[in-house]
Every structure is written in structure tokens, then in C-alpha cells.
T-cell receptor, first 111, second 115 residues
Framework: RKEVEQDPGPFNVPEGATVAFNCTYS??????FFWYRQDCRKEPKLLMS???SGNEDGRFTAQLNRASQYISLLIRDSKLSDSATYLC????????????FGTGTRLTVIP | DADVTQTPRNRITKTGKRIMLECSQT?????MYWYRQDPGLGLRLIYY???????NKGEISDGYSVSRQAQAKFSLSLESAIPNQTALYFC??????????????FGPGTRLTVT
């Protein structure tokens, strides 16, 4: 079973739409949770950390449900510039203090 | 200037050749990582290093070796390249445990093709 699973998409949405991505993780001992954004052929960059209480950064809202081992990202009022792949990332206390990456969900915002 | 740099950015090599990918960072982080990314598989950890004298294998280390020449430099070698090592390779750094966060910072990647 994969450490982190997410729907690969693609999600094709019109500008201004609201879109939600979901992710599940397998290790209940996981301690840190992130959404990274990756543009085509570029490096992943941190979009936001995810906290148990939920957190919001402008048009982006992240939620964590530890009981269900489930993470979500909501993007409101989608912009063309939001087109990218969104990686769900989970940090687990292993020898490497590893990050485990989902395969990513591709979003295309259409004019 | 970028905090994490990788050279080369693109490389085409032939089966059986030895190749080295280099990573340098100016962030002052102790921890450095090498990942490869393949379509549909996400990022997978090859090797990681907590400091110059502490190097560890990751999930997929077979066929690879590394060298941590200094705090700022971490090199990945393919001893005898094979076509299924064709992938996008990323170096990353982390400041855990100083900051208490697992966040990692990535270099721009090296696109490697083995023919």
C-alpha cells in the first residue's frame, strides 16, 4: 500500500470555479502534512502546511482529519495561474525524517 | 541566486556510462536528499545525508552512490547507467531538527536520459 494516495486527475475547471483535492495517508504516526505545487518540469515548491485545526491562505484552504487519515486542499476562485500539479506530502518520523509524496493531482484552469 | 542548485540541468548518456549529478546549497542546512521522479510514481528517495559523515540509503538506492563532500555539496553517481534510470532527479535540503519542520527545499532538477 502506498504511503500517500491521491487522485491523479486531471481536473479541468473553468476560471472562477472552486476545486477540491483529496489525499489519504497510511501511517497513523505521521506528524507533518503539506501541499506542494509543481509546475511542469519544475521543482516542487511548498504551497502550504496543513494543521489539525485547518488553515487558510488567501484562496487556498487546507484541512486535516487525523481520525480518517485524510487531507484536503480547496482552491476558490480558480485562476489560470493555478494550473499545476498539486502534491500531497506527509512527514513521518523515520530514520530519515522522510517526506512521502503522493503522485500528484493535475489541475488545468480553462479560460 | 537560487539557494539549491543542480548541475547539469539536462544530460543524455549511454548505457554503461558513469555519470555524476551535483547539488550545492547556500541555505546552511545539514540535511540533504536525492530523489527521482517518474511519471505516475511520484518522488522516491534515493539517498539522504544528515551531515558529512552520515549517509543513508533510501527507498531505491540500488545502482546509485553518493558523496557528501561538504555541508553544502551532495553528489549522486550512477556507476553504470541503464535506461530505466531515465528520470527527473531532484536534490533537496532540510533544516530539521533546528526548525522542527519537515519542509524540504528543492533544486531545479536534472533531467537524465539514458539511451
Amino acid at each position: 500500500r502506498k504511503e500517500v494516495e491521491q487522485d491523479p486527475g486531471p481536473f479541468n475547471v473553468p476560471e472562477g470555479a472552486t476545486v477540491a483535492f483529496n489525499c489519504t495517508y497510511s501511517n497513523s504516526a505521521s506528524q507533518s502534512f503539506f501541499w506542494y505545487r509543481q509546475d511542469c518540469r519544475k521543482e516542487p515548491k511548498l504551497l502550504m502546511s496543513v494543521y489539525s485545526s485547518g488553515n487558510e491562505d488567501g484562496r487556498f484552504t487546507a484541512q486535516l482529519n487525523r481520525a480518517s487519515q485524510y487531507i484536503s486542499l480547496l482552491i476558490r476562485d480558480s485562476k489560470l495561474s493555478d494550473s499545476a500539479t498539486y502534491l500531497c506530502v506527509v512527514g513521518t518520523q523515520t530514520g530519515a525524517n522522510n517526506l512521502f509524496f503522493g503522485t500528484g493531482t493535475r489541475l488545468t484552469v480553462i479560460p | 541566486d537560487a539557494d539549491v542548485t543542480q548541475t547539469p540541468r539536462n544530460r543524455i548518456t549511454k548505457t554503461g556510462k558513469r555519470i555524476m549529478l551535483e547539488c550545492s546549497q547556500t541555505k546552511g542546512h545539514d540535511r540533504m536528499y536525492w530523489y527521482r521522479q517518474d511519471p505516475g510514481l511520484g518522488l522516491r528517495l534515493i539517498y539522504y545525508s544528515f551531515d558529512v559523515k552520515d549517509i543513508n540509503k533510501g527507498e531505491i538506492s540500488d545502482g546509485y552512490s553518493v558523496s557528501r563532500q561538504a555541508q553544502a555539496k551532495f553528489s549522486l553517481s550512477l556507476e553504470s547507467a541503464i535506461p530505466n534510470q531515465t528520470a527527473l532527479y531532484f536534490c533537496a535540503t532540510s533544516d530539521f531538527p533546528k526548525t522542527g519542520t519537515y519542509e524540504q527545499y528543492f533544486g531545479p532538477g536534472t533531467r537524465l536520459t539514458v539511451t
